[in-house]
């Protein structure tokens, strides 16, 4: 009977700790195994936690690219150590988290391993760096993360809105009046420009069309600087009719 319980025992814990698989196109969007340009995301329980899980993704060629902690199974919040390696296996970043916010160091690493950057963060607060060239000399601090904006900020954004946004015709003929939010999903190019514009969350497909419309003419933004370099990022925004 123990031999038995034992057996059964392990049999379970199989199941519970079977590693899941999801792959991802380029732009971080779900798709099918099938799809010629993906990544899979591999997730694996932490041994110093029933709840913390570990999730490693691998580039389209199989290389490790992002190992992070994450507080569970949803993935939403990283709880401990992030790394980041380049295709070749060495380590581009690395970064301790608590409860999703940076709390600790933030550490980013040259091609040839010299240390770039090192960060602090006490819960999100930035308390001080120091950037490094090449050689491992000391250089004039510079930011690690600017997010891509809107020309001009947010009340140059709300006036565009404003200015640009038009109610659906079909609707004021049929003298319907719906409100709600449109929520949008868009790629801001390295040079600022919009695109990959998709509905993420709509409610009235008149709408829907409109707030799309106006996302794809929106005049370039800000683009993303990463480490110094413009970088492509993905952004989700609500647009309200009413």
Same mark, same amino acid.
């Given at each position: 009977?123990?031999?038995?319980?034992?057996?059964?025992?392990?049999?379970?814990?199989?199941?519970?700790?079977?590693?899941?698989?999801?792959?991802?196109?380029?732009?971080?969007?779900?798709?099918?195994?099938?799809?010629?340009?993906?990544?899979?995301?591999?997730?694996?329980?932490?041994?110093?936690? +029933?709840?913390?899980?570990?999730? /490693?993704? *691998?580039? !389209?060629? %199989?290389? #490790?690219?992002? =190992? $992070?902690? &994450?507080?569970?199974?949803?993935?939403?919040?990283?709880?401990?150590?992030?790394?980041?390696?380049?295709?070749?296996?060495?380590?581009?970043?690395?970064?301790?988290?608590?409860?999703? +916010?940076?709390?600790?160091?933030? /550490?980013? *690493?040259? !091609?040839? %391993?010299? #240390?770039?950057? =090192? $960060?602090? &963060?006490?819960?999100?607060?930035?308390?001080?760096?120091?950037?490094?060239?090449?050689?491992?000399?000391?250089?004039?601090?510079?930011?690690?993360?600017?997010?891509?904006?809107?020309?001009?900020?947010?009340?140059?954004?709300?006036?565009?809105?404003?200015?640009?946004?038009?109610?659906?015709?079909?609707?004021?003929?049929?003298?319907?009046?719906?409100?709600?939010?449109?929520?949008?999903?868009?790629?801001?190019?390295?040079?600022?420009?919009?695109?990959?514009?998709?509905?993420?969350?709509?409610?009235?497909?008149?709408?829907?069309?409109?707030?799309?419309?106006?996302?794809?003419?929106?005049?370039?933004?800000?683009?993303?600087?990463?480490?110094?370099?413009?970088?492509?990022?993905?952004?989700?925004?609500?647009?309200?009719?009413?």
């Amino acid at each position: 009977m123990k031999k038995l319980f034992t057996s059964l025992f392990l049999f379970i814990s199989l199941i519970s700790f079977a590693q899941e698989i999801t792959y991802y196109n380029e732009d971080g969007e779900k798709v099918g195994k099938e799809e010629p340009y993906y990544r899979s995301e591999i997730t694996v329980p932490d041994s110093s936690s +029933k709840k913390q899980v570990i999730v /490693k993704r *691998f580039r !389209p060629d %199989g290389s #490790l690219a992002t =190992w $992070d902690t &994450y507080k569970n199974k949803n993935k939403k919040v990283r709880n401990g150590l992030s790394f980041q390696f380049d295709s070749l296996g060495k380590k581009e970043y690395e970064a301790t988290h608590l409860e999703g +916010k940076l709390d600790g160091y933030l /550490k980013t *690493f040259w !091609p040839n %391993g010299v #240390l770039k950057r =090192w $960060d602090r &963060y006490d819960f999100d607060a930035f308390q001080g760096g120091s950037c490094f060239d090449i050689e491992g000399k000391e250089v004039a601090y510079y930011k690690f993360l600017q997010p891509a904006h809107f020309m001009g900020g947010p009340k140059a954004y709300t006036l565009y809105l404003m200015s640009s946004l038009v109610y659906p015709e079909s609707l004021l003929k049929q003298q319907r009046i719906v409100t709600g939010q449109v929520f949008v999903s868009f790629v801001v190019e390295k040079d600022g420009t919009i695109t990959n514009a998709k509905i993420v969350k709509g409610f009235h497909p008149d709408c829907d069309l409109e707030a799309i419309r106006v996302v794809i003419n929106m005049p370039r933004w800000v683009p993303t600087i990463l480490e110094g370099k413009a970088v492509r990022s993905r952004f989700t925004q609500p647009i309200t009719f009413k």
